[in-house]
Protein backbone atom coordinates (compact mmCIF):
# COMPACT_ATOMS: atom_id res chain seq x y z
CA UNK A 1 0.00 0.00 0.00
CA UNK A 2 1.26 3.25 -0.73
CA UNK A 3 2.28 5.55 1.91
CA UNK A 4 0.70 9.19 2.01
CA UNK A 5 1.76 10.51 5.37
CA UNK A 6 4.61 9.87 7.10
CA UNK A 7 5.46 11.36 10.32
CA UNK A 8 8.57 11.45 12.06
CA UNK A 9 9.58 12.24 15.65
CA UNK A 10 7.39 15.28 15.56
CA UNK A 11 7.57 17.39 18.87
CA UNK A 12 6.21 20.37 20.23
CA UNK A 13 6.23 22.26 23.31
CA UNK A 14 4.65 25.58 24.62
CA UNK A 15 6.45 27.14 27.28
CA UNK A 16 7.42 24.06 29.68
CA UNK A 17 4.73 22.04 28.35
CA UNK A 18 5.77 19.59 25.78
CA UNK A 19 2.43 18.89 24.10
CA UNK A 20 3.78 16.85 21.32
CA UNK A 21 6.62 14.22 21.68
CA UNK A 22 8.60 12.06 19.46
CA UNK A 23 5.40 11.13 17.68
CA UNK A 24 6.02 9.06 14.63
CA UNK A 25 3.36 7.49 12.60
CA UNK A 26 2.35 6.99 8.84
CA UNK A 27 -0.87 6.53 7.30
CA UNK A 28 -1.42 4.56 3.75
CA UNK A 29 -3.82 5.35 0.70
CA UNK A 30 -7.45 4.12 1.36
CA UNK A 31 -6.44 3.98 5.70
CA UNK A 32 -8.37 4.88 7.95
CA UNK A 33 -6.50 5.38 11.22
CA UNK A 34 -8.04 7.20 14.28
CA UNK A 35 -6.20 9.06 16.71
CA UNK A 36 -7.28 9.00 20.16
CA UNK A 37 -6.00 10.72 23.81
CA UNK A 38 -7.67 12.32 27.24
CA UNK A 39 -7.79 15.48 26.65
CA UNK A 40 -4.68 17.33 26.71
CA UNK A 41 -3.06 14.01 24.80
CA UNK A 42 -1.94 16.42 22.39
CA UNK A 43 -4.26 15.33 19.11
CA UNK A 44 -5.27 18.73 18.21
CA UNK A 45 -1.57 19.98 18.40
CA UNK A 46 -0.54 17.19 16.00
CA UNK A 47 -3.20 17.80 13.80
CA UNK A 48 -2.42 21.38 13.58
CA UNK A 49 1.31 20.84 12.53
CA UNK A 50 0.10 18.49 9.93
CA UNK A 51 -1.70 21.06 8.24
CA UNK A 52 0.75 23.85 8.75
CA UNK A 53 -1.19 25.57 11.52
CA UNK A 54 1.76 25.66 13.59
CA UNK A 55 5.32 24.84 13.16
CA UNK A 56 6.81 21.36 14.94
CA UNK A 57 10.17 22.48 17.15
CA UNK A 58 11.22 19.10 15.58
CA UNK A 59 10.57 16.24 13.60
CA UNK A 60 9.15 15.96 10.05
CA UNK A 61 5.95 15.83 8.28
CA UNK A 62 6.14 13.92 4.68
CA UNK A 63 3.04 13.49 1.98
CA UNK A 64 3.82 11.13 -1.05
CA UNK A 65 7.70 11.62 0.03
CA UNK A 66 7.65 15.53 -0.42
CA UNK A 67 8.66 17.31 2.89
CA UNK A 68 5.84 19.56 4.14
CA UNK A 69 6.89 20.33 7.42
CA UNK A 70 6.02 23.73 8.27
CA UNK A 71 4.56 25.08 5.06
CA UNK A 72 1.54 27.47 5.69
CA UNK A 73 -1.87 25.86 5.35
CA UNK A 74 -3.11 27.13 1.72
CA UNK A 75 0.34 24.98 0.66
CA UNK A 76 -0.56 22.16 2.32
CA UNK A 77 -3.86 22.38 1.06
CA UNK A 78 -2.91 22.96 -2.18
CA UNK A 79 -0.86 19.93 -2.16
CA UNK A 80 -4.29 17.70 -1.76
CA UNK A 81 -4.30 17.73 2.14
CA UNK A 82 -8.14 18.26 3.11
CA UNK A 83 -9.56 18.76 6.50
CA UNK A 84 -12.59 18.90 8.41
CA UNK A 85 -13.58 20.72 11.76
CA UNK A 86 -15.43 20.38 14.62
CA UNK A 87 -17.92 22.80 13.92
CA UNK A 88 -19.26 23.32 10.14
CA UNK A 89 -18.00 26.06 8.25
CA UNK A 90 -20.39 26.19 5.54
CA UNK A 91 -22.39 29.75 3.94
CA UNK A 92 -25.23 29.09 5.44
CA UNK A 93 -27.35 31.65 2.99
CA UNK A 94 -25.59 29.94 0.14
CA UNK A 95 -26.95 26.54 -1.46
CA UNK A 96 -25.55 23.07 -0.95
CA UNK A 97 -24.72 23.22 -4.23
CA UNK A 98 -23.15 26.33 -4.26
CA UNK A 99 -21.08 25.53 -1.42
CA UNK A 100 -19.59 22.61 -3.05
CA UNK A 101 -19.10 24.70 -6.37
CA UNK A 102 -17.01 27.24 -4.60
CA UNK A 103 -15.04 24.73 -3.45
CA UNK A 104 -14.24 23.46 -6.83
CA UNK A 105 -13.71 27.18 -8.02
CA UNK A 106 -10.92 27.37 -5.56
CA UNK A 107 -9.45 23.63 -5.98
CA UNK A 108 -9.53 25.16 -10.10
CA UNK A 109 -7.83 28.52 -9.09
CA UNK A 110 -10.71 30.25 -10.42
CA UNK A 111 -12.13 31.68 -7.29
CA UNK A 112 -11.47 35.11 -7.26
CA UNK A 113 -13.11 35.62 -11.01
CA UNK A 114 -16.14 34.92 -9.91
CA UNK A 115 -17.72 37.28 -7.30
CA UNK A 116 -20.65 34.40 -7.17
CA UNK A 117 -20.85 31.00 -8.70
CA UNK A 118 -23.19 30.61 -11.59
CA UNK A 119 -24.93 27.71 -11.82
CA UNK A 120 -23.05 26.60 -14.85
CA UNK A 121 -19.44 26.90 -13.29
CA UNK A 122 -19.00 23.15 -11.94
CA UNK A 123 -22.86 21.77 -11.05
CA UNK A 124 -22.37 18.92 -12.54
CA UNK A 125 -19.02 18.04 -10.87
CA UNK A 126 -20.81 19.68 -7.51
CA UNK A 127 -24.10 17.47 -8.24
CA UNK A 128 -21.47 14.05 -8.24
CA UNK A 129 -20.26 15.01 -4.89
CA UNK A 130 -22.86 15.67 -3.79
CA UNK A 131 -24.90 12.18 -4.70
CA UNK A 132 -21.68 10.27 -3.27
CA UNK A 133 -22.11 11.89 0.50
CA UNK A 134 -26.03 11.35 -0.26
CA UNK A 135 -27.20 14.88 -0.62
CA UNK A 136 -27.82 15.62 -4.14
CA UNK A 137 -31.62 15.58 -3.44
CA UNK A 138 -31.01 18.63 -0.77
CA UNK A 139 -28.65 20.66 -3.61
CA UNK A 140 -31.42 23.74 -4.14
CA UNK A 141 -31.71 24.10 -0.22
CA UNK A 142 -29.45 26.64 1.87
CA UNK A 143 -26.81 25.43 4.31
CA UNK A 144 -28.52 27.38 6.79
CA UNK A 145 -31.35 25.43 6.82
CA UNK A 146 -29.93 21.71 6.90
CA UNK A 147 -29.84 19.49 10.12
CA UNK A 148 -26.44 19.26 11.75
CA UNK A 149 -25.91 15.54 10.43
CA UNK A 150 -26.63 16.93 6.63
CA UNK A 151 -24.02 20.00 7.21
CA UNK A 152 -21.93 17.09 7.97
CA UNK A 153 -21.97 15.74 4.91
CA UNK A 154 -22.14 18.66 2.85
CA UNK A 155 -18.75 19.71 4.80
CA UNK A 156 -17.03 16.28 3.81
CA UNK A 157 -18.47 16.99 -0.10
CA UNK A 158 -16.37 20.43 0.22
CA UNK A 159 -12.95 18.43 1.85
CA UNK A 160 -13.65 16.07 -1.33
CA UNK A 161 -13.81 19.19 -4.05
CA UNK A 162 -10.21 19.56 -3.38
CA UNK A 163 -9.83 16.06 -4.48
CA UNK A 164 -7.41 14.94 -1.08
CA UNK A 165 -4.41 12.57 -0.97
CA UNK A 166 -5.27 12.88 2.60
CA UNK A 167 -8.08 13.73 4.84
CA UNK A 168 -7.67 14.96 8.30
CA UNK A 169 -10.97 15.02 10.34
CA UNK A 170 -10.96 16.86 13.51
CA UNK A 171 -13.68 15.01 15.63
CA UNK A 172 -15.92 14.57 12.80
CA UNK A 173 -19.64 13.28 14.48
CA UNK A 174 -19.30 16.15 17.27
CA UNK A 175 -22.97 17.36 18.05
CA UNK A 176 -24.29 14.40 16.14
CA UNK A 177 -26.96 11.68 16.98
CA UNK A 178 -25.69 8.21 17.76
CA UNK A 179 -26.87 6.78 14.29
CA UNK A 180 -26.06 9.85 12.04
CA UNK A 181 -22.63 9.11 13.42
CA UNK A 182 -21.82 5.58 12.07
CA UNK A 183 -23.56 6.48 9.12
CA UNK A 184 -21.31 9.48 8.23
CA UNK A 185 -18.33 7.75 9.19
CA UNK A 186 -19.35 4.38 7.72
CA UNK A 187 -19.53 6.68 4.17
CA UNK A 188 -16.21 8.01 4.85
CA UNK A 189 -14.56 5.03 4.96
CA UNK A 190 -16.31 3.27 1.91
CA UNK A 191 -15.06 6.89 -0.14
CA UNK A 192 -11.63 6.39 1.58
CA UNK A 193 -11.18 3.20 0.18
CA UNK A 194 -12.60 3.45 -3.14
CA UNK A 195 -10.82 6.88 -3.81
CA UNK A 196 -7.57 5.60 -2.44
CA UNK A 197 -7.71 8.50 0.43
CA UNK A 198 -5.55 8.12 3.45
CA UNK A 199 -7.90 9.42 6.30
CA UNK A 200 -6.63 10.52 9.78
CA UNK A 201 -9.48 11.25 12.78
CA UNK A 202 -9.87 12.53 16.03
CA UNK A 203 -13.18 10.69 17.72
CA UNK A 204 -14.89 11.30 21.08
CA UNK A 205 -16.99 8.14 20.20
CA UNK A 206 -15.39 5.03 20.98
CA UNK A 207 -18.11 2.81 19.25
CA UNK A 208 -16.97 4.90 16.12
CA UNK A 209 -13.44 4.16 16.21
CA UNK A 210 -13.41 0.79 17.09
CA UNK A 211 -15.80 0.40 14.16
CA UNK A 212 -14.06 1.89 11.10
CA UNK A 213 -10.68 2.22 12.29
CA UNK A 214 -8.26 -0.04 10.22
CA UNK A 215 -5.38 1.08 13.23
CA UNK A 216 -5.85 3.17 15.96
CA UNK A 217 -2.95 5.50 17.61
CA UNK A 218 -3.17 6.35 21.68
CA UNK A 219 -1.43 9.52 22.74
CA UNK A 220 -1.14 9.98 26.54
CA UNK A 221 0.33 13.62 27.57
CA UNK A 222 2.04 13.86 24.54
CA UNK A 223 3.83 10.94 23.66
CA UNK A 224 2.60 7.64 21.58
CA UNK A 225 1.43 4.69 24.01
CA UNK A 226 -0.10 2.08 21.66
CA UNK A 227 -0.30 1.84 17.38
CA UNK A 228 -2.02 -1.29 16.28
CA UNK A 229 -5.68 -2.77 14.89
CA UNK A 230 -8.42 -2.58 17.02
CA UNK A 231 -8.73 -5.62 19.17
CA UNK A 232 -5.01 -5.17 19.99
CA UNK A 233 -5.50 -1.72 20.95
CA UNK A 234 -8.29 -2.62 23.13
CA UNK A 235 -6.63 -5.34 24.94
CA UNK A 236 -3.53 -2.51 25.57
CA UNK A 237 -2.88 -2.62 29.20
CA UNK A 238 -1.57 0.88 28.87
CA UNK A 239 -4.92 1.92 27.38
CA UNK A 240 -6.80 0.17 29.44
CA UNK A 241 -5.00 2.07 32.38
CA UNK A 242 -5.37 5.30 30.47
CA UNK A 243 -9.00 5.37 29.20
CA UNK A 244 -10.83 1.81 29.40
CA UNK A 245 -11.35 1.77 32.96
CA UNK A 246 -12.91 5.62 32.67
CA UNK A 247 -15.17 4.06 29.94
CA UNK A 248 -12.88 5.60 26.42
CA UNK A 249 -15.18 8.39 26.72
CA UNK A 250 -12.81 11.59 26.56
CA UNK A 251 -10.49 12.18 23.92
Known sequence: MTTVLQVEDLTKSFGGVRAVQGVSFSVAAGEMLALIGPNGAGKSTCFNMLNGQL???GGRVRLLGRDITGLAPRRVWRLGVGRTFQIT???????????VQVALLSHARRLLRFWHPAPSHFGAEADALLARVGMVEQAERACGVLAY???KRVELAIALANAPRLLLM???TAGMAPRERVELMALTAGIAREQ????????????????????ILVLDRGRLIAEGPPAAVRANADVQSVYLGAGLVHG
Do not use: C, K, W
Open 55 to 57: RPD
Open 89 to 99: ATFGSMTVREN
Open 149 to 151: GDL
Open 170 to 172: DEP
Open 196 to 215: GIAVLFTEHDMDVVFAQADR
